[in-house]
């Protein structure tokens, strides 16, 4: 497949620019609800202001130059402007530790850091290297470094952009790292662009609107937001704050929507919590009352404009989809990896199979190992791991095929169903395999856990650790709901979802965990994946006695 420089990213804004300069680009919410909206004409003269700055630094050229922080449309002209001024961004999650941020930005090698919202300004610049230079972007907190009003105040707009070359390395991003060290993912330019060069199945229109608020340091959210965004020219929307997603959701009210398995849940969590879900099955069951109900959960949602819903970052449980695809959205999903920039498979509206997650997109192919390894060569595939070509040489084939360490299966008509990782196999007593995300899945369903990990290894049979329903915690809390009303509930749940496993997979208990699992607290990656290390290192030592207590259901 051919990329030619008009396609690049940096040369897609360039043509915004000048095609549709006044057109709203990007919208900042802010303040407790204002908002700030930037055209083509105006991002761009910001950007190359910023580019010119950088230029005038005398850098070495192709120099890394990292950026921190919350989205926000001052970080997608951050990273335009290291493009426009011949350089390599390296994004950095918002919620690194000192440790982790110090050691990858001495790895990539970074001359510069652009710093942006942030809830741990301290934290994280403890890990920056002594005299390394700072720009401080719009709502970042106060780094007392050069500020981006500054930087647009004392530069000229770069007049030439220069040519980038489909080939050279444009970004470094950093894996979330949920077993070991984040290694380097190289992406070139054409890498960065490939499915939308390639993908011709998706019909995105520049009138479509898009909210971006997963980690615009992970590859799902820097394809889906940031390069659909920039190369059909979108209108892309920034949520304030955790607590203000609803209103900017709303605000929004985006016609493609991207998100993860554990917030596709909580949205279902908060539905069921107005409306149980035996009263909503019934009014989804009356043919007039149906569109009513159907049109005003999801206009509460802030979703009924959506054109094109994907879940990614991990399985979704086939009920959840299910449940999304009566109310009248059509939940699809997707599948790929920093490694090929997140271009590998997607369901389809017309032959979507609830729990896979589709065919191989145009230019991809896919095969499965001996073991049952997915196997996927990719247009969006990486240049390597930076710095580290003998990594590099364990996860690509000779034949440059990614070895993704996901187990999977093919149907008859070539749709991929995930069935785990395997390295996050284990096995029992007995000497039998389990693979846990799919029991996760069937125990995620239920409402009744918002997180869940199924371990046990070595012991006869496996059993699972889960955080309760947000809305749960809340009600037992305040003394709406007794412990034990809630033990029924979970044993009832065990022997259901008992009854659909295999003997050998069969759990013995659930644990309920005290601690609620998030990124800050390291049970989560960036990207809302589990850290399986620090869970058994937190409760693997009950474990002995949580079996021998002979309980199916344990309270921590």
């Not at 608020?213 to 979108?234: D, K, N």
Request: glycine share 8%.
């Amino acid at each position: 497949m051919r990329i030619s420089v008009d396609d690049l990213l940096l040369a897609r804004a360039a043509h915004w620019e000048t095609s549709a300069p006044d057109r709203v680009f990007l919208t900042q919410a802010h303040n407790g609800g204002k908002t700030t909206d930037y055209t083509w004409r105006q991002t761009m003269d910001q950007v190359r202001r910023v580019a010119r700055h950088l230029a005038d630094l005398n850098l070495p050229p192709r120099s890394q130059i990292a950026i921190v922080g919350k989205n926000s449309a001052h970080w997608i002209m951050a990273d335009l402007a290291i493009w426009m001024a011949g350089h390599v961004s390296v994004p950095l999650y918002a919620t690194l530790s000192s440790q982790t941020a110090r050691s990858i930005l001495e790895h990539s090698e970074s001359r510069l850091l652009f710093v942006g919202k942030l809830d741990d300004w301290p934290g994280i610049k403890a890990g920056v290297p002594a005299g390394m230079p700072v720009i401080e972007l719009p709502l970042a907190p106060d780094t007392g470094a050069l500020k981006w009003q500054d930087v647009l105040a004392r530069s000229a707009p770069l007049a030439q952009i220069p040519q980038r070359d489909p080939d050279e390395l444009a970004t470094i991003i950093y894996t979330s790292g949920t077993t070991g060290s984040p290694k380097g993912v190289m992406l070139s330019f054409a890498g960065m662009v490939a499915a939308m060069v390639a993908d011709t199945v998706l019909d995105v229109r520049t009138s479509d609107r898009y909210l971006s608020y997963l980690p615009l340091a992970h590859s799902y959210e820097r394809y889906a937001g940031e390069g659909i965004g920039i190369f059909f020219g979108l209108h892309l929307y920034f949520a304030e704050s955790l607590e203000s997603f609803m209103q900017d959701l709303q605000r929004a009210r985006p016609t493609l929507f991207c998100s993860v398995p554990r917030l596709w849940m909580k949205f279902q969590s908060g539905v069921h919590a107005k409306m149980p879900p035996q009263k909503l099955k019934t009014l989804l069951s009356i043919p007039i009352v149906s569109r009513l109900v159907r049109r005003k959960i999801l206009a509460g949602l802030g979703l009924d404009q959506v054109r094109y819903a994907f879940s990614g970052a991990a399985p979704l449980a086939p009920d959840v989809i299910d449940w999304y695809r009566r109310l009248g959205l059509e939940l699809l999903e997707g599948y790929g990896m920093s490694e090929n920039h997140s271009y590998s498979h997607a369901s389809e509206s017309a032959d979507a199979r609830s729990g896979y997650v589709g065919r191989s997109r145009p230019g991809v192919e896919t095969r499965l190992s001996e073991d049952g390894e997915v196997l996927v060569k990719s247009p969006g595939m990486m240049m390597g791991y930076f710095k580290a070509p003998e990594l590099t040489a364990e996860v690509v084939t000779a034949d440059g095929f990614l070895r993704t360490g996901d187990r999977g299966e093919l149907d008859a008509q070539g749709r991929l169903r995930i069935t785990g990782r395997i390295k996050e196999l284990f096995k029992t007593s007995k000497g039998r395999y389990v693979a846990p995300a799919p029991i996760e899945n069937q125990l995620l369903s239920s409402g009744l856990l918002d997180q869940c990990s199924v371990t046990g290894s070595g012991f006869p049979q496996p059993h699972a650790v889960g955080v309760l329903a947000e809305n749960l915690r809340g009600l037992l809390d305040a003394g709406r709901v007794q412990q034990a009303e809630l033990t029924q509930k979970l044993q009832a749940l065990l022997d259901e979802v008992n009854r659909k496993l295999e003997s050998h997979e069969r759990l013995q208990f659930i644990a309920v965990a005290r601690d609620v699992w998030a990124i800050e607290n390291e049970f989560l990656t960036p990207t809302m994946k589990l850290r399986r290390a620090r869970i058994e290192e937190r409760y693997g030592p009950f474990a002995q006695g949580w079996y021998a207590a002979g309980q199916s259901v344990v309270w921590e």
